[in-house]
């Protein structure tokens, strides 16, 4: 789909998302011919050098991240023609005066402020490019994820960066709403009338959500050990998926349609409290151990120092309204963990009766695994009789679709998405300030249990599960997690 020309403006534009992400996906757009001729890219950062020296930088990101078979040093010198690389601290006028020379030109166009950076910083920014006279009409600015570390600070990142642009156009990103896969839940839930039907209370006996990851935190440590996994994965990608599994269906794709369901959901989640929070919500720390058959060390030896950072959580939402009362969403996230996976799952209730002699074996309850990563697919766990003469034995089936099979295309990065539904002006996949600040609102309680209690976190040995205590956790209610890797 063409989009309009844009000047695009990345602050940040020298750190590990712009190298690992954003260029990437400038480049797959290069590639796919998808930038309308003209348009500009604005590299900003504060180190001091030559839009060359920054090409070259990014060349070299982009043959590391971009498959070699699919690197083209035609499509990337087309993209080198875009940037312009502009030294910028944002306390200086002059280097505002060269950002505005360097947009001289593009007053009419979409602008798009890319702020790749940490959120202290967002408002500067704001505040410095609308004191520079760049903030146009067509101007929009894209947050990235963290919003704040607490509902004050979110708070007053909104605040200092609504001081210069509309909430209209004010795009915070949550790449998980740009992957394919979390767009396809959307697909099958709407756009299937068999699912709707039995996606309540009455049918589903529980929801998992598992994003696990068998990473550590590497070089990422200084900024991890301010954050932890509550902050960085569930305050927003896994409350977002829980959104997508429990909204009503929304009256329309448009922006606040969808915005105005998600933000029911989390209005609706019960708040846990006190000794609630320490007691149920399981948060762990890795130590060394082995993943995928490599030694590793523990998240405190990365660090270098002492620390009660969570590195694994789970925990038991419950969302109070008529459709899920008494179905909880249980939801647990990880780094270390045994393998690479991100996927929900709607186990429907058992069968109220059985019908079959005990030799038949169990009935499992029917399962929906919506698989996000890898592998992208849906699986439809259902019984069945396992063929044969001998009499009738039960086993479970599954209906299996994976998209890579059934679509045989290029599954563009969420990053990709993303940026050009800004340049679109469409906001469906971008959160409003008030779900930011509404999924705060529900962590915030928890984050003050655990800053009160005594208690570290548990720790875990790295390429297992997490802390036992997650297993307790679901086990308790007479459920498993579902592992089927
Ligand atoms: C980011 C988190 O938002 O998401 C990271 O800050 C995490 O800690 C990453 O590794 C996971 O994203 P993905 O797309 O690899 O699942």
């Known amino acids: 789909i063409p989009v309009p020309v844009f000047d695009l403006v990345v602050f940040g534009a020298t750190g590990d998302l712009s190298h690992r992400k954003l260029l990437p996906a400038l480049y797959w757009r290069e590639r796919d011919q998808q930038m309308p001729s003209g348009s500009r890219i604005i590299a900003v950062a504060r180190t001091r050098f030559s839009t060359a020296e920054y090409i070259a930088q990014i060349e070299a990101a982009c043959r590391e991240h971009v498959p070699a078979d699919s690197f083209q040093e035609d499509v990337f010198a087309r993209l080198a023609e875009r940037i312009t690389y502009v030294p910028l601290d944002v306390s200086r006028d002059a280097d505002w005066s060269a ?17 790749a950076t940490s959120p202290d910083l967002f408002g500067p920014i704001c505040r410095g490019a609308g004191a520079a006279g760049i903030v146009t009409e067509k101007s929009r600015v894209v947050l990235e994820k963290p919003i704040g570390r607490d509902l004050a600070s979110a708070i007053r990142i909104n605040d200092e960066v609504g001081a210069v642009f509309e909430e209209s156009q004010i795009y915070r990103i949550d790449h998980y709403l740009g992957k394919e896969s979390v767009q396809n839940l959307l697909a099958l839930r709407f756009a299937n009338s068999l699912f709707e039907a039995v996606w309540d209370r009455a049918h589903i ?91 590793v060390p523990g998240y405190l030896e990365e660090l270098g120092h002492p620390s009660r950072t ?25 780094k270390r963990l045994p393998t690479r996976v991100s996927e929900i799952v709607i186990q429907f209730h058992k069968v109220p009766h059985s019908i079959f002699p005990r030799t038949a074996g169990p009935i499992e309850p029917n ?33 299996d679709i994976r998209f890579a099979d059934a679509f045989k295309v290029r599954y563009p990065d969420a990053y990709e998405r993303l940026l050009m539904d800004v340049v679109r002006g469409n906001a469906t996949l971008f959160m409003r300030r008030d779900e930011v600040e509404a999924a705060w609102r529900w962590i915030e309680p928890i984050l003050e249990a655990w800053r009160q209690s005594d ?31």
């Open 99 to 115: 950002l505005k020379a360097a947009l001289a030109g593009g007053e009419d166009r979409a602008r798009l402020f890319y702020l």
């Open 205 to 295: 006996d529980h929801v998992q959500i598992t994003v696990a990851e068998t990473v550590g935190v590497e070089d990422r440590a200084a900024y991890y050990d301010r954050s932890g996994a509550l902050r960085d994965m569930v305050q927003n990608h896994l409350l977002q998926l829980l959104c997508l599994v429990a909204m009503e269906p929304p009256t329309s794709m448009d922006a606040d349609s969808v915005r105005d369901e998600k933000l029911k959901v989390l209005r609706s989640l019960r708040v846990i409290r006190d000794g609630e929070a320490v007691q149920k919500i399981v948060r762990g720390q890795y130590r060394a151990g082995a993943v995928a058959g490599r030694t």
């Open 310 to 334: 969570e590195t694994f959580v789970a925990l038991k939402a419950e969302v109070e309204n008529w459709r899920w009362a008494g179905t909880p969403f249980y939801l647990r996230t990880g």
């Open 367 to 399: 399962r929906l695994i919506i698989r996000l990563q890898p592998d992208d697919g849906i699986q439809l766990a259902l019984m069945a009789k396992d063929p044969g003469p001998g009499g009738m034995r039960l086993r479970l089936a599954p209906l």
């Open 455 to 485: 208690e570290p976190p548990k720790p875990y040995i790295a390429g297992s599960w997490g802390p036992t205590a997650a297993i307790a956790l679901i086990e308790r209610d007479g459920r498993t997690w579902f592992e089927d890797s």
